[in-house]
């Protein structure tokens, strides 16, 4: 993910993004390089139009807003899930301790 915030700082900046400048960025910042995914970045970014890209990753969260209300039903489903896992836990102590015990005879 850095290195894709490193070539959205360089466009910011007006700055082209190219391997050189996105090594400097995240050597900057104190990020071990990668040459090789730094050239993959570098590649994939070439013939983009990020500021296309950004526009349309800003109208995004209009479908990630519904997400959350289809996790709020499936709540107490979880909550009997949970419920259930100290039980099992219980059983899988009592039968550690039973092997225990025949360690000591």
């Keep these: 993910m850095e290195y ?11 700055k082209e993004i190219k391997e050189e400048s996105v090594k400097a960025v995240l050597t900057a910042a104190g990020i071990a390089v990668d040459d090789a995914r730094v050239k993959a970045l570098v590649a ?4 983009i139009n990020i500021e296309e890209a950004i526009s ?18 499936g709540a107490p489903a979880a909550a009997a899930a ?23 005879g």
Excluded: C, Q, R
């Design 4 to 14: 894709i915030y490193a070539a959205l700082l360089l466009y910011k900046a007006g």
């Design 44 to 47: 994939a970014l070439e013939g």
């Design 56 to 73: 349309k990753a800003a109208a995004a969260p209009v479908a990630i807003a519904v997400a959350p209300a289809a996790a709020t039903a």
């Design 82 to 104: 949970e419920e259930a896992a100290p039980e099992e836990k219980k059983e899988e102590e009592e039968s550690g301790m039973a092997g225990l015990g025949a360690l000591f």
